[in-house]
């Protein structure tokens, strides 16, 4: 590979960044996709979490007095699955549904970010979930479709409602068949027992339909007469699938009423001038990295301030195009990325100076500074990531968005430090060989 050759892809890099600067800025790039007539998918906006657009706030205790100690987490897990999806029916903007224990009690708290109708939050919630089975008859049009293929609202098929219901299931859990594969077991009450053997006698060979909240989780076909109150769904399971079926199966079957404890609205207002505080605030500090480094590393301080800059911009992009829901603590997430990768520019300039005080030449410096740097750099940056994982996993609420902005954000400071700083400087170097 020949070394002197100019290192054209930072050209890219660079016009890149410029149309991610038009991305990110939304009036300016609204205009751009209405004047070149751009489909309405490129229209994207920023998505602004529950504390900077305002919204409501609400908490709900989860009476398990009656299920057994070894279901409460299965149907704790269970009610914050069906309460999720309720939610999302109603195009709520990456709803944050999540658990919390206050002493022994269990409570569900659900954050609607852009709801500020207490009232309509409320709805959304509703009750505990219905758990019930409904018989499916195939219309002639769907006589050659599997059972496979159903939908909630396939005009081909008709569900019909029967009276077995979710209060009529002991329980719900994973087993294994002969060949290792996942399966649901259910175990019926005695009178549910009854009724499910009556249904499933005239449905052999059959689909039968499970709903919850009216809507289809599970359409198995019968096999045989099932008697005794025990019953097995197969299928291609996988053990988390499996599992998930299960929680939604005692959410509808056990006992586990929600009852509203608290609300809360948070203005959109007091969002908004939070927004602009931190916005203000992550400006000043920019500018302030930018104005030390430019006054300690001179013409390197300059190119690391570019640098800095194409990384700022296409990250934002990045959060714009995934979307990442922005919070408080994921734009702190992201900002404090930004000082990774000004201390990656660091390590690499305090190598480089090293280099250039023992005589190497410059472009020889540029290299070696690189090389020597790229050690420190990939270390620290994946202890990072190890930790952003972990709180992105093990976390709750407002955390994830944190750790998940510095994830990236270190992911991208990481590829700024090693391939736009050093793009950039092979460029400089090169024009000013040839001025010479």
Sequence with gaps: ??????????????????????????????????????????????RLGLDLVGGSILTYNIDLNEVAATDRDSVVNGLRDVIERRVN???????????????????????????KDINQAIEMIGETPLLDFREVEILPAAATSSAGQFAGEDSNYKFIPTNLTGRY???????????????????????????????????????????LDNEPIEIPTVQEKISGGNAQISGNFTPASARKLVERF?????????????????????????????????????ILVILFIIGFYRGFGLIASLALMIYAVLTLGIFKVIPVTLTLSGIAGFILSIGMAV???????????????KGLPKRAAIEEGFRRAWPSIRDSNITTIIIAVILFYFATS???????????????????????????????????????
Excluded at 349 to 355: K, Y
């Design 169 to 211: 299931i002991k329980s719900a859990q994973v087993d294994f068949d002969n060949f290792g594969k996942s399966v649901v077991s259910i175990s019926f009450t005695d009178e549910g027992a009854k009724i499910f053997e009556d249904l499933t006698g005239r449905n052999v060979g059959k689909p039968l339909a499970i709903f």
């Design 1 to 46: 590979m020949n070394k002197n050759k100019f290192p054209t892809y930072i050209i890219f890099i660079i016009l890149l960044a410029i149309l991610a600067g038009f991305f990110d800025y939304q009036p300016i790039w609204s205009k751009v996709v209405s004047k070149i007539h751009l489909p309405q998918v490129f229209l994207r906006d920023w």
């Design 89 to 115: 029916l109603f195009g709520v903007t990456e709803p944050q549904v999540y658990t919390a224990e206050a002493g022994e009690d269990k409570h569900l708290i659900v954050e609607l970010a852009g709801i």
């Design 250 to 286: 005692n959410a509808g079957a056990l006992p586990a009423p929600i009852e509203l404890l608290s609300q809360q609205t948070i203005g959109a207002s007091l969002g908004l001038d939070s927004l602009q505080k931190t916005i203000f605030c992550g400006i000043i500090g920019f």
């Design 398 to 436: 407002f955390v994830k968005g944190f750790a998940l902005t510095l994830f990236i954000g270190v992911l991208m400071s990481m590829f700024s430090a090693i391939t736009v700083s050093k793009g950039l400087l092979e460029m400089f170097t090169k024009n000013k060989e040839k001025q010479k």
């Design 343 to 357: 201390d990656a520019n660091v390590l690499i300039f305090s190598r480089m100076r090293e280099e250039l005080k």
